[in-house]
C-alpha cells in the first residue's frame, strides 16, 4: 500500500493525536492514504467515530507491538 | 464442531462485554451518575478537587511546611481517599483490559501538562470547584453559583481550543519529539496485567473491608472510587472532551454521556433535597449541600481559569485521575500541578482575590428558594436540552467546528 504521510502521535494524549490527525488529512487529496502511529487508547474509539462522520475509511488497525497502534486512514 | 470450540466460555464472555472494548460514553455518565447520587444518600456527592487539594497539604506537612501542619490525614479523608482509589480503580481497569503502559510525551507536552495542572489548582480554589463538584454534582445539585462556573468553563474550554490549535499550527515542535512507552501488554504478551489487576481489585476490597469495621462511610467512599475509576477509564469518561470535541472534530458523543449523568444525577439530587434524605442534618443543610458561595464573579472567573487548565492538560480533576491510573505521564503531572499549586493558591492567592471580586451574599445561590423545586428542576432540565440539541445540531452542520 502506498502510504503518503506516517503521523507519529506515540506518547501524545487527548486531544493531541486527534487534532494533529484532522489537520493532516486535510493537506490529503482524496483516495491517498495516511499511516498514524499512536499509543493513546482513546484513539481506538475516537478514531472510528470520526472516520464514520467525515467519510474516512479506516483501511487497518493494528498493533504494532510495545503499545504501539497502527492505524491506516484514506481519505475519502 | 471446531468453530464451537472457539466460542468463549460464558465467564469469558461476561468479561469481554467489560473489557474488550471501551463503553459508551452514556453507559459511563449513567453509571457514574447512580453512583454519584449514592454517595450522596450516604454522606455528600462528589467532588474531586477537594481531595487533590489535601494530597497537596499532606505533601507541604510532609516538607515542613508550618502553615500545612493541621492538614488532615489524606488515609481518613473522605474525598482525598476517594480521589486516590479513584486513580486505582482506573488502574484497575486499564490493567484489565491490557491497556497500562506508561506513556511518556515529548517534553513540551510534560510542561503543559504541569501548567494546566496549576490553572485547574487556581481555577478551584477560587471557583469553589472543579468539573466535578462544581458541574457534574452542582449543576444537579440546583446552585445557581455552579451554572455560572459552568459557563466560565465553557469559554475557558473555546480560548484553550484557539491556543492548541494555534500552538499546533505555530509551534509544532512542543507536542512532537522523543517519547517512550514502557510496560506495555501486547497481544501475545500481557496476561501478567490482567493477573494484576485482579490482584489490585481484590486488594482495594479487602481494604474496603477492614475499614468498615471503624468507618463504613470510608469504606463506602472507597468502594465508590475503584468502581468510579474503573467506569471513568472503560468509557472514557471525560467532561473537557464533551466542552471540547464539538468545538474541535465536532463530535458529539462525550457530550451526550456527560448529559446522560447530569439527568440521571439531577433526578436523584432532586429528591434526596426535596424529602431530606439522610441523616444527622436539618433538611435545610441537605438542600444546601454543594451549594457553594461563589456567585457570580468568583464563579465565572474560576470557571474560566479551570477551563483553560483543563484543556491545556487535556484532562479536567476526574479526567487526569483516571489517566493517571492508564500511566500517561502528562496527566501525572497535571494532577502534580494540581497538588502542589491548590494549597498554596487556596491559602496565599484567592484570599487577595476574593475580596476585589463583585459578590453578593444576599444571592443565597439555591435555585428552589426562588423558583421552587420544579423550576429548579426544569430550568436545569432545559440548559441540558439545550446544549444538546446544540451539539447535535453542530454535528451534522459542522458549524462551530475547528476541522
Keep these: 500500500m502506498d502510504v503518503k504521510i506516517t503521523l507519529d502521535c506515540k506518547g501524545l494524549s487527548c486531544p493531541m493525536p486527534m487534532m494533529k490527525l484532522a489537520k493532516a488529512m486535510k493537506e490529503l487529496s482524496s483516495g491517498e492514504v495516511l499511516e498514524m502511529l499512536g499509543t493513546d487508547p482513546g484513539t481506538k474509539s475516537d478514531l472510528p467515530k470520526w472516520c464514520e462522520k467525515t467519510g474516512n475509511e479506516m483501511l487497518e488497525e493494528s498493533d504494532a507491538g510495545g503499545g504501539v497502534f497502527r492505524y491506516l486512514i484514506k481519505k475519502a | ?403
Design chain 2, 1 to 403: 464442531m471446531a468453530e464451537q470450540n472457539k466460542k468463549p466460555g460464558i465467564l469469558r464472555e461476561l468479561f469481554n462485554t467489560f473489557f474488550a472494548k471501551h463503553w459508551p460514553v452514556w453507559v459511563g455518565g449513567i453509571t457514574l451518575g447512580f453512583l454519584n447520587i449514592l454517595l450522596f444518600a450516604v454522606k455528600s456527592p462528589w467532588g474531586a478537587s477537594g481531595g487533590i487539594n489535601n494530597w497537596g497539604e499532606n505533601v507541604f506537612k510532609l516538607l515542613g511546611v508550618s502553615a500545612f501542619e493541621n492538614a488532615s490525614p489524606t488515609g481518613t479523608n473522605l474525598y482525598a481517599m476517594l480521589c486516590l482509589i479513584l486513580i486505582v480503580g482506573s488502574f484497575v481497569g486499564a490493567l484489565l483490559s491490557k491497556e497500562f503502559a506508561l506513556r511518556i510525551p515529548p517534553k513540551g507536552e510534560i510542561v503543559k501538562g504541569f501548567i494546566g495542572g496549576g490553572l485547574m489548582a487556581i481555577g478551584a480554589t477560587l471557583g469553589l470547584g472543579c468539573t466535578i463538584g462544581s458541574f457534574f454534582s452542582g449543576v444537579p445539585a440546583l446552585s445557581g453559583g455552579a451554572i455560572i462556573f459552568t459557563i466560565g468553563l465553557f469559554v475557558g474550554t473555546i480560548v484553550a481550543l484557539k491556543y492548541l490549535l494555534w500552538e499546533m499550527e505555530k509551534f509544532p515542535k512542543v507536542s512532537s519529539g522523543k517519547s517512550f512507552t514502557f510496560l506495555a501488554a501486547s497481544e501475545k504478551n500481557g496476561k501478567w496485567q490482567v493477573w494484576l489487576g485482579w490482584m489490585v481489585f481484590a486488594s482495594v476490597l479487602v481494604l474496603a473491608y477492614r475499614v468498615a469495621g471503624t468507618n463504613g462511610v470510608l469504606a463506602w467512599f472507597i468502594i465508590s472510587g475503584l468502581l468510579m475509576g474503573l467506569i471513568c477509564q472503560r468509557s472514557r469518561f471525560c467532561i473537557v472532551k464533551a466542552f471540547r470535541d464539538p468545538f474541535m472534530t465536532g463530535e458529539s458523543d462525550g457530550s451526550v454521556g456527560v448529559m446522560a449523568g447530569l439527568v440521571i444525577t439531577l433526578i436523584g439530587f432532586t429528591a434526596i433535597k426535596y424529602f431530606g434524605v439522610g441523616v444527622g442534618e436539618t433538611i435545610r443543610a441537605r438542600e444546601m449541600s454543594w451549594v457553594f458561595e461563589q456567585f457570580w464573579l468568583r464563579g465565572l472567573l474560576g470557571g474560566f481559569i479551570f477551563g483553560i487548565g483543563m484543556t491545556v492538560a487535556g484532562g479536567c480533576a476526574v479526567g487526569t485521575l483516571w489517566r493517571v491510573g492508564e500511566g500517561q505521564v502528562k496527566l501525572w503531572m497535571s494532577a502534580l500541578g494540581f497538588l502542589l499549586i491548590s494549597p498554596i493558591s487556596k491559602k496565599y492567592i484567592v484570599p487577595g482575590i476574593v475580596d476585589l471580586l463583585p459578590h453578593t451574599m444576599k444571592f443565597k445561590n439555591y435555585l428552589p428558594d426562588y423558583i421552587g423545586y420544579a423550576g429548579a428542576f426544569m430550568l436545569v432540565l432545559a440548559i441540558i436540552l439545550i446544549w444538546y440539541v446544540f451539539v447535535k445540531w453542530n454535528e451534522r452542520t459542522g458549524r462551530f467546528s475547528a476541522f
